[in-house]
């Protein structure tokens, strides 16, 4: 069974940036679209970027211009390297396979001065 793991969070002033990284416990390759999904407390989680095995990417609205979505096939390893943030980007971040309907255990990342 493929895990996929989440790193990378913490607290960030507003304004600073933070790279979260999702590992594939096996070849990434093979596994097709990723996407980044974020959640706040009493809210529902949204996808906030997306990439396919191919290179091709998404992004939510309100992210466009601040985050960027990439993958290391190699490393089995898809990043979300996230720039400018705002307080409204505060949630649980959680990586997720399409192909395999898998979920990663989420990492926090909280903006706040």
């Known amino acids: 069974q493929v895990q996929l793991v989440e790193s990378g969070g913490g607290l960030v002033q507003p304004g600073g940036s933070l790279r979260l990284s999702c590992a594939a416990s096996?070849?990434?390759?093979?596994?097709?679209?990723v996407g980044w999904y974020r959640q706040a407390p009493g809210k529902q989680r949204d996808l906030v970027a997306s990439?396919?095995?191919?290179?091709?990417?998404n992004y939510a609205d309100s992210v466009k211009g601040r985050f960027t979505i990439s993958r290391d096939n190699a490393m089995n390893t898809v990043y979300l390297k996230m720039n400018s943030l705002q307080s409204e980007d505060t949630a649980v971040y959680f990586c997720y396979a399409a192909s395999l309907n898998i979920w990663g255990q989420g990492t926090q990342v909280t903006v706040s001065s």
């Open positions: 096996r070849r990434l390759g093979g596994i097709g679209f």
């Open positions: 990439i396919t095995s191919g290179g091709l990417t």
